[in-house]
């Protein structure tokens, strides 16, 4: 059973089954190793969790990636490291929980990309198709899973 609750001295309480934890520990250190790969820089994927600063002027993109996209991947992967270090916990402080979400939410978009899923997506379909339908149980139970975090970390 899949519980995350307001914890009454702030965080959130989480009750999830072991094979679950692992999983998530286990995506987020794929995660990592994707953003470290040297490889993966033409990976549609990557180009979802880092798009462009302008698509309209390639040098402005440029410079933002040089200006910024060491802070950006060093922040995934402090995400990604949060996840990994408090896979095992029943209760998560509120940076934590963010840290949580935000790597869940980058494992989602990754997954997402190579689903092809987009606004008009008929999750349905995937669902039916014997090569996605793993892949697309995983994509709907992360998006639940950080429904159910958020709603915990903000009840108001």
Partial sequence: MI???TAPKGGVNVDLPPDVRELLASLAKQLVELIDDPDSADDPGMARLFPPASVDDPMEA???EQLMGE????GKRESAAVLR???DANHLNRDETLAWMRCI????LLLGTRLDVHEDADVETLLADPLSEQAAVMYIALSELIEMLSRAADPS
């Fill in 105 to 108: 939410n980058d494992i989602r």
């Fill in 62 to 64: 440029l410079g933002f």
């Fill in 3 to 5: 519980a995350i609750t």
């Fill in 85 to 87: 270090a408090t896979a």
């Fill in 71 to 74: 802070a950006l991947r060093a």
